[in-house]
């Protein structure tokens, strides 16, 4: 679609929205937010007619892009024959959902609880682990994040805990691996591997074996900066948990349905949890969904003892209708595949080739359609670009790094002092090659703030 300007219905949009709506995350006097008049594919655009390659998906959600016909056209089917039913029943469009979910979740997740988004399919998933264990304690990683609503706030690792942060939530923060910038003084990735096994295990110790319900990580933390844990960390605390009775959720809210070229990225580590955490690809965010894919010792838990818990709109006909048409596009068009290998043989390959050409690169890390930089101001010292959790001046050179991609016609993924490169699953050769491209004009700017 050629994107048709029109700047009055823009600027109409765009006072309406600051006259009422309210945004996440912000203060809300400090923000300019784009008015956006559509999308298509890995682009959208704004009523002035300026279009963009969305290397965000969204939210790290449209794994297929914007507007992908036959998921508008099921969505559309699916409103024209039961458009939401009651989750007591059992509903075509549900089943089928869950039915092509399951199909593709590890070992015996077979059972499948829907939610409307991520951050409630932790909530669920922890309730479940402490019901099934007994035990009230749940262990879960710094720099992560598990979703905004109070528990999953709790859990979560990075500063936009602190305002609700309780400290009566039954959480305990450790340290997962993270060898860049290694909280273990290790040297080599089987030394970050081995310390911070050995330290969630102490931790595990004095906290009392016999109290911990659960240890919840992101297979791949995402917006924390998308460090792919080092070989064996993950068996190693599949061992753990199965050591201590204890059990292992991982959350796929952004790693799962393609993103890093595996269905889950647990299959790229060959470990199975007993309850997986998914939203956001599952139907590449046309409608909300999440949910929570159980093991079958878990699910019999409440085989006879009725779960507590429930949501209005659990398994809308909608969401999963879009989830199903998602889940048939993806394996139709190969769309697992394409960010599998179009990862490693363009992405990952420009992204290094980009590190070497600026001072600002300090980390190149990921896989699939999920990479993050790590932008520095000095390489030898590895100083952050910008302080943690910088705002107002001290961002400014993110700040300016983030305008400069946007002037060159990609929209980025900024996170403290990261860039992510989180393309749709199905972005072709020639587009990734195109925000590549303004991806380097961009890092041009973050250069001259290097030391």
């Known amino acids: 679609m050629t994107p048709q300007p029109n700047p009055e219905v823009g600027a109409a949009v765009k006072a309406a929205d600051r006259a009422h709506v309210f945004h996440s995350w912000s203060a809300q006097e400090l923000i300019d937010p784009l008015a956006v008049a559509g999308a298509e594919g890995s682009y959208f655009w704004d009523y002035d007619g300026k279009r963009y390659l969305d290397f965000t998906s969204g939210l790290v959600y449209t794994n297929i892009g914007y507007q992908h016909p036959k998921v508008v056209a099921a969505i559309q089917e699916q409103a024209a024959t039961l458009s939401t039913f009651a989750p007591a029943f059992a509903v075509e469009a549900r089943s089928e959902a869950a039915r092509l979910i399951a199909e593709r979740t590890p070992g015996d997740l077979d059972k499948i609880f829907f939610t409307n988004g991520g951050a409630d399919a932790v909530e669920h998933a922890v309730r479940m682990a402490r019901l099934h264990t007994g035990r009230p304690k749940v262990l879960s990683a710094y720099r992560s994040y598990h979703g905004g609503t109070q528990q999953a706030i709790n859990i979560t690792g990075d500063p936009r805990r602190w305002a609700s942060d309780s400290a009566a939530a039954g959480v305990v923060h450790f340290w997962a691996p993270f060898l860049y910038r290694s ?35 992101e297979t791949i933390p995402g917006t924390a900066g998308i460090m792919v844990p080092p070989p064996g960390y993950l068996a190693g605390v599949r061992e753990i948990c199965d050591k201590y009775g204890i059990v292992l959720i991982l959350d796929e809210v952004m790693a799962g349905f393609g993103r890093t070229g595996e269905w889950f990225a647990a299959d790229l580590f060959g470990v199975v949890p007993d309850l997986i955490t998914f939203a956001k690809g599952v139907n590449s965010g046309y409608v909300p969904l999440g949910g929570v894919a159980i093991s079958g010792a878990i699910a019999e838990t409440f085989g006879k003892r009725p779960y507590p818990g429930g949501l209005t709109y659990s398994g809308h006909p909608l969401a999963c209708a879009a989830a199903a048409a998602t ?57 952050p670009l910008v302080p943690y959790n910088a705002a107002g001046e001290a961002n400014a050179p993110m700040a300016a790094f983030g305008a400069a991609a946007k002037k060159h016609g990609i929209w980025p993924f900024i996170n403290m002092n990261r860039t992510h490169v989180v393309p749709p699953c199905n972005a072709t050769e020639a587009e990734l090659k195109e925000g590549l491209a303004a991806l380097d004009s961009a890092l041009s700017v973050a250069d001259e703030y290097v030391e």
């Open 183 to 217: 909280r273990f003084y290790a040297e080599t990735e089987e030394q970050e591997c081995a310390r911070a096994l050995e330290h969630l295990e102490t931790t595990i110790a004095f906290e009392g074996p016999g109290t911990v319900a659960a240890i919840i990580l």
């Open 327 to 383: 889940i048939n596009v993806m394996a139709e068009e190969g769309v697992v595949e394409n960010a599998k290998n179009l990862g490693a043989s363009v992405v990952g390959p420009a992204l290094r080739e980009l590190a070497e050409r600026h001072p600002s690169v300090g980390d190149v890390r990921g896989v699939g359609m999920f990479w993050a930089l790590d932008l520095v101001k000095n390489r030898e010292t590895r100083e």
